[in-house]
């Protein structure tokens, strides 16, 4: 029978159901923080005087951001009390919301993003083995799942309401709105999370061996492919419904909200999934994934075959938020907390890839290339599946 180490034993069902929501409505909010401003844009840009391309640097700032810190202060923050320390992050988001609806001018505002881009990650990755630890291993696809629903909740509700908000409450009402919201759920993180055993702090220099070990490298490496294929098109999506199913401006937020609403199926299945085979749930929802894309664009021009296209992309696409980390945590088993760190790295690149390549397929073959760019890297991700199950880990 399955034991748990005092450290991993996990906490009464009511008790950490109750606390990984707590975790799941802090997600909401950071996940908002990160992507209102895209949003926001325009309105920042006139507000402040700036072209909409400057203003959207801040967008690129926050990924790389995360990318590069991320696995750094994880390793160096993963041994404090989990109560402390995501008290502690969202409190750090609340002043820089704050900051933000104060600014004067661009560096202010990348002031504003560069400081919760450096604890994102640190949340994400501490969250993800910290609702692992209150669920047990057995259940840590369904519990991370869980977490997760914060994403899908913010892509569903959260930009497009505090984007709607901007227009009556302007973008820094948005921004004081999500700095109270993260000033409360700082309160609630405190008060009421269950207390666990606080970490041991492994030497940061046994941390790094991590990068040595060919498996978990191999994990996050599809990670990389599995973003890019995501984001390859989905950067795009307003675009391709306005532009390719000629859906009237006013109405593509609406299609957006519908969009992640199927994505709440996604998030369910791709967290049942991973708990029994976490690389045959990426090879499933990743070839999801890219025959959704592909079918979106080359069908979006017949509502009927494209609205069960875009349902399919959905669920793909949100399934593999917590497919891709609990399979990255699975692969470092001893430090997940870094393990799940080096995946939200891996994401915000794949991220950051996958809007350059959907915009350079753009001017040389047209919107609708997006979905078979994004095909064909969901196919090479699928094909490395295969190759990443014969890896062994280091000293395995």
């Known amino acids: 029978m399955f034991t748990h180490s005092p450290a991993e034993r996990p906490a009464a069902p009511a008790a950490g159901g109750f606390a990984i929501g707590i975790l ?13 401003i895209v ?7 006139r507000d402040l005087a700036l072209s909409v391309s400057a203003a959207g640097q801040l967008v690129t700032l926050f990924a790389f951001t995360v990318m590069l810190a991320g696995p750094i202060l994880t390793a160096a923050l993963s041994h404090l009390e989990r109560r402390r320390l995501f ?6 988001f609340a002043a ?19 400081i919760p881009a450096l604890a994102l990650p640190v949340f994400w990755g501490t969250a993800s083995e910290t609702a692992t630890r209150l669920a047990g291993r057995e259940r840590a696809g369904q519990a991370v799942s869980r977490v997760y629903l914060g994403i899908a909740a913010a892509m569903l509700f959260g930009i497009p309401l505090g984007t709607l908000a901007a227009t009556a409450i302007g973008w820094r009402g948005s921004f004081w709105a999500l700095s109270a919201l993260s000033l409360l759920l700082a309160v609630l ?7 666990l055993p606080q970490p041991g702090r492994p030497p940061l220099r046994d941390q790094a061996r991590l990068l040595k070990d060919p498996l978990l490298i ?3 490496a599809l990670s990389v492919a599995v973003f890019t294929a995501m984001f390859t098109a989905y950067t795009y999506l307003a675009d391709i419904l306005e532009r390719l199913a ?3 401006p006013q109405d593509v937020g609406w299609w957006l909200m519908g969009f992640g609403a199927a994505g709440l199926a996604g998030n369910w299945l791709g967290g049942l999934a991973v708990d029994r085979r976490p690389l045959g749930a990426t090879l499933l929802f990743t070839g999801l994934l890219g025959l959704g894309a592909l079918a979106s664009t080359a069908l979006a021009g017949t509502p009927a075959w494209l609205l069960p296209a875009l349902a399919a992309w959905s669920i793909a696409n949100t399934a593999l938020y917590p497919v891709c980390q609990v399979r990255v945590m699975k692969a470092a088993p001893r430090a997940q907390a870094l ?3 080096l995946n939200v790295s891996a994401a915000n690149a794949g991220i950051g890839l996958g809007a350059m390549l959907g915009g350079l397929a753009i001017p040389q073959w047209g919107l609708a290339s997006v979905g078979g760019a994004a095909a064909a890297v969901a196919l090479l991700a699928v094909l490395a599946v295969p190759c990443i199950a014969r890896i062994r880990p280091a000293g395995g």
Do not use: K
């Open 189 to 195: 993180t405190r008060a009421c999370l269950p207390a």
């Open 218 to 220: 191999a994990n996050v």
């Open 96 to 114: 820089a919301n704050a900051l933000a609806a104060l600014a004067s001018d661009l560096w202010v505002l990348a002031l504003a993003r560069f």
């Open 87 to 92: 008290a502690a992050i969202l409190l750090v």
């Open 246 to 248: 000629g859906v009237p």
């Open 339 to 341: 393990a799940g760190t």
């Open 39 to 45: 949003g926001l844009l325009p309105a920042m840009a």
């Open 24 to 36: 799941a409505f802090a997600g909401f909010a950071i996940v908002s923080t990160e992507f209102l």
